[in-house]
C-alpha cells in the first residue's frame, strides 16, 4: 500500500524513504487512538536538536519545556544582525553595527542537498536560496609557497589539469601503463586527456583560453587577450594551489548547497514558532539532572532563583563537553563517555563593506578564497548581489588559528584579518570597511566548542552510554551523529531520540 501511495505523491517513495532508515514522526493519533497519554518532557538544550526534539514530540501531543541557558534559541546556528551583542568567556563584549538587511552567519551557513535540514526548510516554511561553495573567480593564495598574488580558482585548474594531463599522456605514450591499460583503453585515456586538460592533438600544455583573459572578448573587432606567462609546471605545483580542488567533491560540500534566505536562524526561528515561545524558557541553566524511579528532576538557575522542573522524561540536548561540567546520576559511564568526547575552535569575522568592491572590481558574485594565511578562508557573500553594503567573511578558521584570533579584542581581530586580506584584495580591504563582529564558539558561554571529536565516531564503544537511555534521559545532539558539526547531524539525531522516546511511551 505504501507502494502505492508512494507512485501516487501520498508517500515518500521507496527511494526517498532509503536516504534515512524509518523516522516516523510522532502524531496525535498514536494517542488518541490508543486511550494512551501523552508524556511531559523537559528538554536541556535550545539548539536544533533540543528544538527538533520539542517540535517531533509535540506533533504527538507531548507537553515539553525547552531549558535554554543563553538569551535566545538556536544554539550554535547563530545569525548576527546589527543591534545583536555576545560576551565571550574573555568578556570581550561586541555589539554588531551591520546595517539593514546585512548579517553573518556565524556558525552553520550551508546546507548540502542531500540533508534532512532541507526537509525541515521546506515543512516549516523557511525560504531558500544558492550558497556558493566555490566560484572559479574566487581567488587562491598560498603566501607560504611564495606566490605574490592571488591566481583565480579558474586559472589555477587549467594549469594543473592541464599539466597533469601532459604528463600523465607522455607517461602512456612512453609505454609506462602498458601493463595496465590496453591499446584501446590508452586511446581513451588520451580522448578524456585531451578534453580534461586541453592539452591539444601534441598532448602538451601550453596554457588555455580556459585560464582567462586579461581583455575579456567582446564586439567585432575584440577578440580578448588570454591571461599571459603561464607558469611551467614545476612552478604550479610548487604553488601549492592544487591542494584546494578536493574539497568540492566531498559529499557533504558539493554544489549545489542552499542557505535560507535571510539568515542560517531562520530555521530555529521557525522551530521556535512551531514549539511555541511559551514551551521555552530562556536563560534558564541548568545545573542538575536527577534520574528517579518514576521521572526526571531537573535543577536550572533563573532569574537569580534556583527551581526545579519534573517530568516523566528529560533530552538531554547540551554539548557534552557542557553536559560533563553539569551535575547528573546518570553514572559513570554516562560521564566518561561524555568527557571523551573532545571539543574543537572555529571562529568568523563578519567585515562589512560600503559597497561590493569583490563585485564591481573582481566579478566575485559569492564562492570562497582560500588560502594558507592564518584567516584559512574568505567568503563572499552568495546574497544581496548588486546592493549597496555586503559582508564578508574575513576568516572562517578552526583549531590553533581560531583560538589566536580569539585571545585577541575584538579590534585586534579586525586588524589582523584586514592586514591579511590586503594581501589578496588590495587597499579597498582596509578602506572600504565600515564595521565587523567576529565570534568564537570554544570561547562562547554554554557552548565552549565549534563541534566535538569522537574517536572511533559515534558508535564507537565508549559512547554507548550516551546512544541509549539512561534511566528516563535521552542524549541528542549533532556530536552523536556521522554528520557532526552539521545541523542534520542535530536533527537525525533528534529524530533518533524521539523514536526511542515514543516507542517506549506507546509500548
Ligand atoms: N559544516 C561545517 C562547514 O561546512 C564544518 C565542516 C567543515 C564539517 C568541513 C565538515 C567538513 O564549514
Known amino acids: 500500500m505504501l507502494a502505492t501511495m508512494g507512485a501516487l505523491g501520498l508517500a515518500p517513495t521507496a527511494e526517498a524513504a532509503s536516504r534515512e532508515p524509518v523516522f516516523r514522526a510522532p502524531r496525535t493519533g498514536d494517542f488518541t487512538l490508543t486511550g494512551r497519554g501523552a508524556a511531559s518532557v523537559v528538554i536541556v538544550g535550545g539548539g536544533i536538536a533540543g528544538l527538533t526534539a520539542a517540535y517531533e514530540l509535540g506533533k504527538a501531543g507531548y507537553d515539553c519545556t525547552v531549558l535554554e541557558a543563553r538569551d535566545r534559541t538556536g544554539g550554535r546556528n547563530f545569525t548576527v544582525r546589527g543591534g545583536d551583542s555576545s560576551v565571550d568567556v574573555y568578556g ?9 538587511g546585512q548579517y553573518l552567519n556565524a556558525g552553520p551557513a ?24 566555490t566560484n572559479a573567480n574566487a581567488y587562491l593564495f598560498n603566501e607560504k609557497a611564495g606566490m605574490t598574488a592571488p591566481v583565480r580558482y579558474r586559472t589555477a585548474k587549467a594549469d594543473v589539469y592541464g599539466y597533469v594531463s601532459e604528463l600523465l599522456a607522455k607517461a602512456t605514450g612512453k609505454g609506462a601503463l602498458d601493463t595496465e591499460l590496453t591499446a584501446e583503453d590508452r586511446e581513451r585515456l588520451l580522448e578524456f586527456l585531451r578534453s580534461f586538460g586541453d592539452i591539444g592533438a601534441e598532448l602538451s600544455y601550453g596554457g588555455s583560453e ?92 533563573s532569574d537569580g532563583r534556583t527551581r526545579t522542573l519534573d517530568a516523566d522524561y528529560c533530552v538531554a540536548a547540551l554539548p557534552p ?14 560521564q566518561s563517555a561524555l568527557e571523551a568526547c573532545t571539543p574543537s575552535s572555529a571562529g568568523k569575522i563578519g567585515l562589512e563593506y560600503r559597497n561590493r568592491w569583490w563585485e564591481t572590481d573582481h566579478r566575485i558574485y559569492g564562492g570562497i578564497t582560500e588560502t594558507d594565511l592564518d584567516l584559512a578562508h574568505v567568503w563572499y557573500p552568495s546574497h544581496g548581489h548588486h546592493g549597496r553594503r555586503g559582508v564578508i567573511v574575513g576568516y572562517y578558521n578552526t583549531g590553533a588559528q581560531a583560538d589566536a584570533y580569539a585571545r585577541l579584542t575584538p579590534s585586534g581581530r579586525e586588524a589582523r584579518a584586514v592586514a591579511q586580506g590586503v594581501k589578496i584584495h588590495g587597499e579597498k580591504y582596509r578602506s572600504e570597511l565600515v564595521s565587523s563582529f567576529s565570534h568564537h564558539w570554544r570561547q562562547t558561554p554554554y557552548l565552549e566548542a565549534s563541534w566535538h571529536s569522537l574517536a572511533g565516531g559515534p558508535d564507537a564503544p ?14 541528542a545532539g549533532d556530536y552523536l551523529s556521522y554528520a557532526d558539526a552539521w545541523q542534520h547531524g542535530a536533527f537525525t539525531s533528534a529524530r533518533r531520540a524521539v523514536m526511542a522516546l515514543h516507542t517506549r511511551v506507546l509500548a
Not at 570581550?92 to 539593514?100: H, I, V, W
Not at 542537498?113 to 544558492?130: F, K, N, S
Not at 580542488?245 to 534566505?261: H, I, K, T
Not at 563537553?321 to 554516562?334: D, F, K, Y
Open 92 to 100: 570581550n563584549r561586541q555589539t554588531a553595527r551591520f546595517g539593514d
Open 110 to 133: 550551508r546546507i548540502p542537498q542531500w540533508m534532512v535540514t532541507l526537509d525541515y526548510c521546506r515543512e516549516l516554511g523557511v525560504p531558500i536560496e544558492v550558497f556558493t561553495n
Open 210 to 301: 580556459r585560464r582567462g583573459y586579461r581583455v575579456d572578448p567582446a564586439a567585432a573587432g575584440t577578440p580578448g587577450v588570454e591571461l599571459g606567462s603561464v607558469p611551467t609546471a614545476s612552478e604550479v605545483f610548487a604553488s601549492g594551489v592544487g591542494r584546494y580542488f578536493s574539497f568540492e567533491f566531498g559529499y557533504d560540500q558539493a554544489m549545489l548547497m542552499f542557505q535560507p534566505v535571510g539568515g542560517m536562524d531562520r530555521i530555529p526561528a521557525a522551530l521556535t514558532r512551531a514549539v511555541g515561545e511559551r514551551r521555552i524558557q530562556t536563560g534558564a541553566v541548568v545545573r542538575d539532572i536527577t534520574d528517579k524511579a518514576r521521572g526526571v528532576t531537573v535543577t536550572y538557575r
Open 321 to 334: 563537553n557542557i553536559l560533563a561540567t553539569t551535575a547528573h546520576n546518570l553514572g559513570a559511564g554516562v
Open 462 to 475: 565508549v559512547f554507548d552510554p550516551l546512544n541509549k537511555p539512561t534511566g528516563h534521559v535521552y542524549f
